[in-house]
C-alpha cells in the first residue's frame, strides 16, 4: 500500500515572502526576525525565485552589497509544488537537485508554503516514530 503523505503535511504554511525589488537589509531583517533561512521572492503575485541566506552571505562580500537588491541575488524558480504533491517525490527532487527548499504553490500560482530540508528531517522523524500529522 503506498503512503499518502503529502508535502501539504509537512510544510510551512503562509511563508514570509519578499518583494523582488527590495534591498538585501530589508530580506536579512526579515529574515532574522521570524528565524528562516528562505524566502520566496514575488514580482508582484508571481513567484520568480528563492531567496536565501546562504545568497545573502555569498552577496555581502562584494563591495556595495548594501546597495544590492532581492532580483541580483537570488536564485530564479526552478521547481515549485502543489500541496497535494507526494512526499517521496518532493523529497527525492530535493536530494537529486541539491536544494534546501521548496515553494508550494496552490492551483491559482500563490503560494501558501514553503518545504525545507529541515521540515524533511521533521517528516522523517516523525514517520520513523508514527507520529504524523495528517492535514484534513
Known amino acids: 500500500m503506498k503512503n499518502q503523505w503529502t508535502v501539504q503535511n509537512f510544510m510551512s504554511s503562509l511563508p514570509r515572502t519578499i518583494g523582488v525589488d527590495q534591498s538585501l537589509k530589508k530580506a536579512m531583517d526579515i529574515m532574522q526576525e521570524h528565524q528562516i533561512r528562505h524566502l520566496p521572492v514575488l514580482e508582484g503575485r508571481k ?24 532580483e541580483g541575488v537570488m536564485m530564479p524558480m526552478t521547481y515549485s509544488v502543489g500541496p497535494e504533491t507526494p512526499l517521496e517525490e518532493v ?30 528531517l521533521r517528516a522523517l522523524s516523525e514517520i520513523l516514530r508514527g507520529e504524523i500529522r495528517l492535514a484534513g
Open 47 to 70: 513567484l520568480v525565485g528563492v531567496l536565501t541566506e546562504r545568497d545573502i552571505a555569498v552577496a555581502r562580500n562584494f563591495q556595495g552589497s548594501a546597495e544590492l537588491r532581492v
Open 91 to 120: 523529497a527525492q527532487h530535493m536530494a537529486e537537485h541539491k536544494y534546501g527548499s521548496v515553494v508550494v504553490q496552490n492551483n491559482a500560482g500563490e503560494v501558501v508554503g514553503i518545504f525545507t530540508a529541515l521540515d524533511a
